[in-house]
């Protein structure tokens, strides 16, 4: 037993023994660098904000750091405090300053800064309040179309728009900013109608409140009875009382739809995605008989327009041409309520190398048949808008305008030139439209596929000849613009 506890006590020794030694051994040399006081000190400026929906959020943040701040990088970014998860990164620069679009709600803003090389980083989050912004202010509604989404811009700037209020700012993705659900489809007019404004895609079509730009309907909520027939919508009066889907022709009463109309004469139609409205009613042209019919308000049938005016240029029930490109403009009467005339673009469906110029008014006739062939690359305009104040008309073809000056009293004759603007080489040209209020300026989209985006030009527009003199402003970050119209309110 003696023996036994001796030989405990000896090897419970032996192994202290090993223990020091191994610590004795050790001999490195550990070098423990002291790293930078580091610290985000909210103190004072409080970590509880509160913005308006589609206004800047500023927050500067008080950083703690003793070493250099150049090895500091910062990442912003915005997530409910419940709810939808979705995280969206605001920021990368130190101090925020931007516009939040998110919906008005509760949410977390939460700032992280990361020191370079020890990849330490030091988190604070500010609880912010987005309430609901009165109204959306006036300006330029920009219709867009990106690789992963459909979505609206509102342009406001003082070289457009009057007023001692206008501020400089583009509202980006404002339909989505506004509503849950978002935009579905391509994107296919933007059209303003008194205090309210409807998108129309290519599978859809909503109406929202020109203030907010919050959703009051979508396409089935413009009709009577819940349509049965493909939604393909491809263009709607400016007073909500015709509406053109699939090459049919609805009219309403400016609140809902019913059944499309057929012609009185029982033959079939195809409409051109064109409407133009007369005194009393409205005109259209049909592509599968070339011929413009007349459709009175509330009516489900339309008649063959015959008046071939005191000229004859041409016969309106039987032009024998395809419509291209269509638009309003000069001549307007003013019968009650000034109507203008509507300017169109045709393409003979035998020789596709020819163009026409075809002018008419619904009480007057047709103003003008003029050979446009030999135009500068008309056969690849794609965008068109007539003067108001005088008698010419602009298109854009590639990266270049164009304008085209008609002769009324001939009626079979005209100038056709550059109209002055010329944008680079890898934009093309995907919509204009003319600053109705003045006729002094006009709005061109553009879009390069190489760079992926989109920018918008305003330009000194000559009202009388069409000619472009220089550029007022541009803007760019947008998608593919495809229409465009003035929110006046």
Not at 257 to 281: L, N, Q, V, W
Not at 332 to 360: C, H, Q
Request: hydrophobic share 40%.
């Amino acid at each position: 037993m003696m023996r036994k506890r001796l030989l405990n006590i000896l090897l419970i020794m032996a192994v202290v023994s090993m223990v020091f030694s191994a610590c004795k051994k050790d001999r490195g040399n550990y070098d423990y660098t002291e790293l930078p006081e580091f610290k985000i000190d909210t103190v004072g400026s409080g970590i509880t904000k509160e913005v308006t929906q589609f206004e800047a959020l500023a927050i500067q943040p008080k950083i703690n750091f003793a070493g250099d701040e150049a090895n500091l990088s910062y990442l912003w970014r915005i997530f409910r405090t419940e709810g939808n998860t979705t995280v969206d990164t605001l920021s990368t620069e130190k101090n925020l300053d931007k516009v939040i679009q998110n919906l008005p709600g509760a949410y977390f803003v939460e700032l992280q800064v990361r020191q370079a090389p020890s990849g330490i980083t030091e988190v604070v989050t500010y609880r912010v309040n987005v309430t609901e912004k009165d109204a959306l202010p006036r300006g330029l509604m920009v219709f867009e179309e990106h690789a992963d989404r459909t979505d609206l811009s509102l342009v406001t700037s003082a070289t457009f728009l009057t007023g001692a209020a206008v501020q400089e700012s583009i509202l980006r993705d404002i339909f989505s900013a506004s509503n849950s659900d978002p935009l579905t489809g391509k994107p296919v007019q933007v059209q303003m109608n008194g205090s309210l404004v409807y998108l129309l895609s290519t599978n859809d079509m909503k109406e929202v409140d020109a203030s907010r730009f919050q959703l009051t309907r979508s396409f089935n909520g413009f009709f009577f009875d819940l349509p049965s027939f493909e939604k393909l919508p491809e263009t709607i009066a400016q007073n909500g009382k015709a509406f053109i889907n699939n090459k049919d022709v609805f009219t309403g009463n400016g609140t809902s739809f019913t059944a499309p109309i057929f012609a009185a004469d029982g033959k079939p139609y195809e409409a051109a995605p064109y409407i133009m409205p007369t005194r009393y009613s409205f005109m259209f042209y049909d592509q599968l008989n070339t011929r413009y019919l007349l459709a009175p308000e509330l009516s489900n049938k339309a008649t063959v327009y015959t008046n071939m005016g005191n000229k004859g240029l041409f016969n309106p029930a039987a032009t024998g041409k395809k419509m291209v490109l269509q638009g309003m403009g000069f001549p307007i009467n003013t019968v009650g309520t000034a109507y203008k005339s509507s300017w169109g673009i045709f393409k003979n469906p035998i020789a596709d190398n020819i163009r026409e110029l075809m002018i008419i008014n619904e009480p007057n006739g047709p103003q003008a048949r003029i050979d446009i062939s030999s135009a500068p690359d008309i056969l690849n305009a794609t965008t068109f808008a007539a003067g108001e104040l005088n008698a010419f008309c602009l298109y854009g073809a590639n990266h270049k305008l164009y304008r085209i000056q008609a002769d009324l009293v001939s009626g079979n004759t005209s100038t056709n030139s550059e109209a002055g603007f010329v944008a680079p080489s890898d934009e093309v040209i995907t919509a204009i439209d003319i600053l109705r209020t003045t006729n002094k300026m006009i709005f061109v989209a553009t879009w390069s596929q190489t760079k992926g985006t989109g920018k918008l030009y305003l330009l000194n527009l000559n009202e009388v000849n069409g000619s472009v003199s220089s550029i007022v402003k541009e803007w760019d970050g947008f998608g593919k613009i495809v229409s465009m119209n003035l929110k006046n309110i």
